[in-house]
Nanobody, 122 residues
Framework: QLVESGGGLVQPGGSLRLSCAAS????????MSWVRQAPGKGREWVSR????????RYADSVKGRFTISRDNAKNTLYLQMNSLKPDDTAVYYCAKFPGSSWAYGVADCDAWGQGTQVTISS
């Protein structure tokens, strides 16, 4: 099970930290990802992280502003979002990859959270 939290309404330029609490599987053994879906659009990959947390990748649209991290002792995935823009408005989902590799796509994810709404507006 994956449960996201931390979303909300923030002004442009602001920050938010999303969390995803994982249970029911060995969190430290799986690559993880953040995916978002804006109104009227398809799901967009945002970031992914390897099992140890040492390797990360970001979509060009968030590079330099977002930071993905994980705490395997707490079974929790994070997404620190800074310099937020209106275009970042979306429902943000954490998603589990089907294995220890981190080189998966959105369609490969085999478990999803319920999502947390992030709205950037003045």
């Amino acid at each position: 099970q994956l449960v996201e939290s931390g979303g909300g309404l923030v002004q442009p330029g602001g920050s938010l930290r999303l969390s995803c609490a994982a249970s029911g599987f060995t969190f430290s053994s799986y690559g993880m990802s953040w995916v978002r879906q804006a109104p009227g659009k398809g799901r967009e990959w945002v970031s992914r992280i390897a099992i140890g947390g040492g390797r990360t990748r970001y979509a060009d649209s968030v590079k330099g502003r977002f930071t993905i991290s994980r705490d395997n002792a707490k079974n929790t995935l994070y997404l620190q979002m800074n310099s937020l823009k209106p275009d970042d408005t979306a429902v943000y989902y954490c998603a589990k990859f089907p294995g220890s590799s981190w080189a998966y796509g959105v369609a490969d994810c085999d478990a999803w959270g319920q999502g947390t709404q992030v709205t950037i507006s003045s």
